[in-house]
Each structure stands twice: as structure tokens, then as C-alpha cells.
């Protein structure tokens, strides 16, 4: 669990439910969410936190699988203590920001700190338990409407350009079907090609962009300008 995430080969039991930590300021939010995703299937919450110093501290104590976390924290704030689970921890969780806007910056800092991904507050307990098993899975959150809107939302720095140079042309190709949304499988019945030749082009993916994982490159690609919004394709 400590390198960047290429597909979802985590051995989990599908049997085994997901344990979850909730992390928000919020003690109504807090509360809400724990009671409606503690009845979804195959999720048990074992935990909450108040704020990112707690969220890290119960972290540590409780092993979950995920951590589903606001962003907006006081003490410390949920990207300082996604980068804190990820850098420090041997085996850290999967981390899931969950947010009121989609274009809020702390939530592409906390992509780039090492999410997985990110869910809105105002979608379906459904979805924000399908972004859970998902994340548990090690699979990438990506939900490619609210990413572009996001993304688009900040004005683009120049200091983030991508390192073309260093992908090679079946590598781009790559990102921006990840940019999509398409899984691994679904890259390659797109291409072509075998599922572990994708597995390979991610995983260069993620390490040519020094990117956490598939949202984070995701990200990065954005920024840069190789996909732009609108991109279907």
C-alpha cells in the first residue's frame, strides 16, 4: 500500500467490509455520515475525528482502511494530515476527501498530497460509500465532470508544466484516457491491448509525473494543459 496505486490488486477479502474513519470538524456532519454509511454494505466505521491532528492520531491507533476526510479543519487541515498518514505511516490508508465545492484548492492540494480521490457532501450516501469500497479497493476515484470543473476553476501556473519529453506518445495516450475515467480494463479494450501492457504505461505514468496515484496524475495532466476541459477522448 505505500507505492502509487497502478489497479486494484490489494488481495482484499471480498467478504471483508471496509473499515472507515470519518474526519470533520462538523459534529452534525460527522455524525450524519457516520449513521447513514455505517448501514451501507460492506462498511464498518470504526472511528472519527474532529480535526486533521485527531484524524491523524485515530488513524494510527485504529489501522482503517480508509479515511474519508474534510479539508477544512482546524488545528491542522486535511491536506497536512493526508500528507502526514501517506509520508509517515508503513501502511497508511487509502484517503477520500470529502468537500463542499469541487473547485475548493485545498481539495486539489490534498489530490496532490496523495488522495485517492474526492467525493461532494451533497451526492448520494450511495456514492460516497461506492467512493469508499473503491478507494479501499485501490482503485482511483475519479468522477471526470466535477475533476475538469475543479481543475479548470484555478488559473493554470506555468511552474506546473508537464514533462512532456518524458512521456512517450502511448504514455499520453494513457493519461488522457485515465482523464475519462476509464478503468485499466477498459483502456485496454480501447487500445488494443493487454491489461498488463496498461499496467505498465500507468505505472510509468505515475512515476515519469511523480504523481500519488491515477487522480493525482489526473491533476497534473490538467494543470499542464495536456488534457483541457471539455476533453471526451
Known amino acids: 500500500m505505500t507505492g502509487p496505486d497502478t489497479g486494484p490488486d490489494t488481495g482484499r477479502d ?40 485527531e484524524a491523524v492520531e485515530q488513524a494510527l491507533r485504529l489501522r482503517p482502511d480508509v479515511v474519508l476526510m474534510d479539508v477544512r479543519m482546524p488545528r491542522r487541515n486535511g491536506i497536512e494530515a493526508t500528507r502526514q498518514l501517506l509520508a509517515g505511516t508503513a501502511e ?17 492540494a490534498a489530490l496532490s498530497a496523495g488522495a485517492s480521490g474526492f467525493v461532494l457532501k451533497r451526492r448520494p450516501v450511495r456514492e460516497v460509500a461506492e467512493a469508499v469500497r473503491v478507494a479501499a ?3 482511483a476515484i475519479l468522477f471526470p465532470a466535477a475533476l475538469r470543473r475543479m481543475v479548470s476553476a484555478r488559473p493554470l501556473d506555468s511552474a506546473e508544466a508537464l ?17 475519462t475515467g476509464l478503468s485499466n480494463p477498459e483502456i485496454a479494450d480501447s487500445l488494443v491491448v493487454s491489461l498488463e501492457t496498461v499496467k505498465t504505461h500507468v505505472g510509468n505514468v505515475l512515476s515519469k509525473l511523480g504523481a500519488q496515484n491515477r487522480t493525482h496524475a489526473v491533476v497534473i495532466a490538467y494543470e499542464s494543459g495536456l488534457v483541457v476541459p471539455g476533453f471526451a477522448g
Open 163 to 179: 514533462p512532456k519529453a518524458a512521456l512517450t506518445v502511448r504514455e499520453e495516450e494513457v493519461l488522457r484516457l485515465m482523464a
Open 137 to 139: 479497493a485501490g482503485e
Open 92 to 108: 497508511p490508508p487509502k484517503v477520500v476527501v470529502i468537500t463542499t465545492f469541487e473547485n475548493d484548492g485545498y481539495v486539489t
Open 14 to 53: 471480498a467478504g471483508t467490509p471496509v473499515t472507515l474513519l470519518i474526519a470533520d470538524d462538523d459534529e452534525v456532519t460527522r455524525s450524519g455520515l457516520r449513521l447513514l454509511l455505517a448501514a451501507q454494505p460492506g462498511i464498518a466505521v470504526v472511528g472519527e475525528a474532529a480535526d486533521g491532528v
